[in-house]
């Protein structure tokens, strides 16, 4: 945890190098809520076919959703927001300076009392 889901139009810009983009994400993101960079997990969806409101053509869109385990502060999940929103505006700042986009990140919180898995780690221990 956290489990990070990056969303966007695939008229943002060619060529998004995710690799480097979550690397940063997540050295960013661990200074700013105190997390441990080796329990990220991210993936990316390019999404090709999508609306947005009654915009013009140009209009794009950027949606970070991460989840994390209930139990950080209103200060810590805010720092989290604003460091995200701030490596995606740079990353994305070509979209943002010369289109029609909207950047947004989104903090979901999960219960560990409902949140389930199994690691491989776990199977090596009981052989």
């Given at each position: 945890?956290?489990?990070?889901?990056?969303?966007?139009?695939?008229?943002?810009?060619a060529?998004?190098?995710s690799?480097r983009?979550f690397?940063?994400?997540?050295?960013q993101l661990?200074?700013?809520?105190?997390?441990?960079?080796?329990?990220?997990?991210?993936?990316?969806?390019?999404?090709?076919?999508?609306?947005?409101?009654?915009?013009?053509?140009?209009?794009s869109f950027v949606?970070?959703?991460?989840?994390?385990?209930?139990?950080?502060s209103?200060?810590?999940?805010?720092?989290?927001?604003r460091?995200?929103?701030?490596?995606l505006?740079?990353y994305?700042?070509e979209?943002?300076v010369?289109?029609?986009c909207?950047?947004?990140?989104?903090i979901?919180?999960?219960e560990?009392?409902?949140?389930?898995?199994v690691?491989?780690?776990d199977?090596?221990?009981?052989?």
């Amino acid at each position: 945890m956290p489990h990070m889901t990056l969303e966007y139009s695939t008229n943002v810009g060619a060529g998004i190098d995710s690799k480097r983009l979550f690397s940063t994400l997540h050295v960013q993101l661990a200074k700013a809520g105190d997390l441990r960079i080796q329990d990220f997990k991210s993936r990316v969806f390019p999404v090709d076919t999508f609306y947005v409101g009654l915009t013009k053509d140009n209009a794009s869109f950027v949606r970070l959703n991460i989840e994390t385990f209930i139990g950080k502060s209103t200060q810590q999940k805010k720092d989290i927001s604003r460091v995200a929103l701030e490596v995606l505006s740079e990353y994305f700042n070509e979209a943002l300076v010369h289109g029609n986009c909207d950047i947004a990140v989104q903090i979901t919180e999960l219960e560990k009392e409902s949140y389930a898995r199994v690691r491989s780690s776990d199977l090596e221990e009981k052989a």
